[in-house]
Nanobody, 127 residues
């Protein structure tokens, strides 16, 4: 089982910022879709951002567009999620995810089924 390691969560006042990081094992190579999803207690998983490592193509779900930025550092095998303008409704456990994606279709559709992910990092936004 591939393990991704997230960090950077915490508690922040509404309007504040956090940056999440995710380190992927170096042996994960090839055409990958990497991204972030979140899950709040009692709610369904929501995939919020993805990046197709082959082309750098990025997709966001509507709820985070204009506030969150996903990026990657290939040299460090690290994925980032810069979160600005945080709102209380952003409170959730955030997970880094990855899956092999030959065409980028899963990335565009924000799909990580049959992928792998980490243990998550908690983000709490208070008003």
């Amino acid at each position: 089982q591939v393990q991704l390691a997230e960090s950077g969560g915490g508690s922040v006042r509404a309007g504040g910022s956090l940056r999440l990081s995710c380190v992927a094992p170096g042996y994960i190579v090839g055409r990958l879709c990497m991204g972030w999803f979140r899950q709040a207690p009692g709610q369904e998983r929501e995939v919020i951002a993805s990046i197709y490592t082959n082309t750098g193509s990025i997709t966001y779900t509507d709820s985070v567009k204009g506030r969150f930025t996903i990026s990657q550092d290939n040299a460090e095998n690290t994925l980032y999620l810069q979160m600005n303008g945080l709102k209380p409704e952003d409170t959730a456990m955030y997970y880094c995810a990855a899956r092999y994606d030959h065409t980028g279709a899963y990335c565009s559709a924000l799909r990580f089924d049959d992928g792998f992910w980490g243990r998550g990092t908690q983000v709490t936004v208070f008003s």
